[in-house]
């Protein structure tokens, strides 16, 4: 038997196997190239699999899903393995295809996973749910949400049923775009298809309206999981510890962790550190607020320094609140270098942080730098809302930038702000 420790030792006897009979096994083989391909022996298992042939063994599709997969990593040489399968004669099925797509999804090129899914649709294969849902993963994860709903309409029209894969991936894609509207729109289509969400389809939800403060709304959410016989989890009620905090209700935060053992969740060491660290976080933006609006400003810096130092994770209203400080204050300069080291640390940011700083260059006129703000929070996920677009067009009318002004004011029209 192989050990697939010693590749080498391993290549070695197999090579003796297949001098010691004439034909191999293709189960048998098959199950060797597997144990190759996990450990990403992509050469090694193409040669294997041209010696098996010598010998006057051919391949199943099962072997040649192997080596598709095998080079999972590898798109392009992938893509020219499978246009030699097709010259050679050999049909390959849907996992092939499934595998290939992922691959062209995984190095972000959307683009020519669509190409492909068209160029086997009808042809090579049947397109499958699987195979959508991959691409509409894609796209919403680069934040391509209309391109990815227009896939999952003509994904409808040609008669693949969509499953709760396909509408929480399109529910996540909506909500990090803010279109929390769409995004619950789609939870209700779900249910009148009798397609049940799951966990983590609320739990998205849950997530997305928390971080935009309507701690309510998400509450809601939660009281209709619940209903539906849907067990939450404990990502469900740190998420909404999360958002108690962020809207400086303690007293519901501590209920909902409180309420976690009552429901059978058992709270881990994220669940504590958002406790603790929500007590601590209210506590300092109280105090950082206190000193920039009494014009303590370097006291404030220090103070935001120091609770980072002490491993405390600030939040958005951390942010916010020291930044509008320091360019209320004259100390756009500063605000900068504190935003450049929270984007450096990967902090998450939102757009208030970000709608502060354009504000804050809006003021003092510098209008190109408002506008490469704009265009920097969404190369960073963050998707400007109305008042961002409003903070801008109102300084560039003031300037006379009418033609820009009109520009952006259309923008706006188109994504729906206005």
């Known amino acids: 038997s192989l050990s697939f420790e010693n590749v080498d030792d391993d290549v070695s006897q197999f090579n003796r196997m297949l001098c010691m009979h004439h034909t191999t096994p293709i189960i048998e083989f098959n199950k060797i190239l597997d144990s ?20 006057g063994s051919v391949p199943s599709l099962v072997t040649l899903n192997i080596l598709i997969n095998c080079f999972y990593h590898m798109v392009k040489e992938a893509l020219h393995f499978h246009d030699k399968l097709l010259a050679q004669g050999f049909q390959l099925n849907q996992v092939s295809y499934a595998t290939l797509i992922n691959g062209v999804c995984r190095i972000g090129d959307t683009r020519a996973a669509i190409k492909f899914l068209r160029k086997i649709d009808g042809r090579l294969a049947k397109p499958n749910v699987e195979m959508y849902n991959t691409i509409i993963d894609a796209l919403c994860k680069y934040q391509l949400v209309s391109e990815a709903y227009g896939l999952f309409s003509e994904m409808t029209v040609k008669g693949i049923s969509a499953n709760v ?18 995004a619950l729109g789609l939870l209700n289509v779900m249910v009148l298809k009798t397609i049940n969400p799951n966990v983590c389809t609320y739990n998205i939800l849950v997530d997305a309206l928390c971080k935009e403060g309507k701690v309510k709304e998400a509450k809601s959410v939660l009281a209709v999981m619940l209903k539906a016989c849907v067990k939450s989890n404990v990502i469900t009620y740190s998420t909404l510890m999360d958002g108690y905090f962020l809207v400086y209700e303690v007293k519901k935060a501590q209920h909902v962790f409180n309420a976690m053992s009552l429901m059978g969740v058992t709270p881990d060491v994220h669940s504590y550190n958002i406790m603790i660290n929500g007590f601590y976080v209210i506590t300092y933006n109280s105090l950082i607020d206190g000193l920039c609006k009494n014009g303590h400003l370097d006291k404030a810096i220090a103070l935001f320094n120091k609770m980072k130092d002490r491993g405390i994770r600030p ?17 756009l300069k500063d605000a900068q270098e504190v935003f450049q080291d929270l984007l450096t640390k990967e902090y998450h940011l939102d757009v208030y942080p970000y709608n502060v700083m354009i504000n804050g260059y809006c003021k003092e006129g510098l209008l190109e730098e408002a506008l490469t703000m704009r265009s920097k929070m969404e190369d960073n996920g963050c998707i400007p809302g109305a008042v961002t677009f409003e903070i801008i067009i109102n300084a560039l009318f003031e300037k006379d930038e009418n033609d820009k002004a009109e520009k952006l004011l259309h923008e706006m029209i188109a994504r729906g702000l206005l």
């Open 36 to 55: 190759f391909a996990k450990m990403m022996q992509c050469p090694t298992a193409a040669s294997l699999s041209h010696r098996l042939e010598l010998k």
């Open 165 to 182: 894969v396909t509408y929480s991936t399109l529910i996540y894609g909506f909500c990090i775009v803010g279109k929390l509207k769409e």
């Open 315 to 331: 939040n958005t209203f951390t942010f916010t609140i020291l930044l509008d400080g320091l360019c209320k204050g004259g100390r």
